[in-house]
C-alpha cells in the first residue's frame, strides 16, 4: 500500500503511534525540499521513528524514482502542504487518494475542519488534486470519521 499524507508536522505522535501502525508501513518517507538538505532536522525527526521502518528524506523532484523500489510493500510518504502535495502529482507521482493531515490555521486562511484551515493557494492546489481526480481524505487519525467535502 502506498499512502500520501499531508501534514505541515511532518513526523509527530500521530504519525508515529496511529498512521504507521494502522497502514503497517515498513517505509516512511518525507519529500520535501527544505528537509531533504537539512541534516538536523532529519536526524531530530528520525529519533521518533521506529527502528522497523525504513526512514527517507527525499527531495521532491527524487520521489518517483524512490517509490519504483518495491521492497517495501507499506510506504508512508509525507508532504509539507499543498503546495508539495500538487508538485509530487506533476513529477509524476500519480496517487488516487491523499490524507489532508493537519495544516495549521493562519492569517489570510479558513478553517474548513478543526485540524485543517486552507490559504487560496492551499486550495487551489487541492482542486487540481480533485480534478485530476484524486480524494481528498480529511482525517488527522485513522478512525476519525473521513470527511471528503466541499471547501
Known sequence: MLWFRIDNRMVHGQVIETWIPYLESSRLIVAND?????????????????HRVEMEFLHLDELHKALQNTDYPNTLVLLANCQDARRAYELGNVFKSIN???????????????????????????HFLREKGVELDFRCVPNDKTRVGSF
Not at 37 to 48: K, V
Open 34 to 50: 527544505d528537509i531533504a538538505g537539512d541534516s538536523l532536522q532529519q536526524s531530530i525527526m528520525g529519533l521518533a521513528v521506529p
Open 100 to 126: 489532508v493531515g493537519n495544516l495549521h490555521y493562519g492569517p489570510g486562511k479558513t478553517q474548513i475542519c478543526p485540524h485543517a484551515a486552507l490559504s487560496e493557494d492551499d486550495a487551489g492546489c487541492l
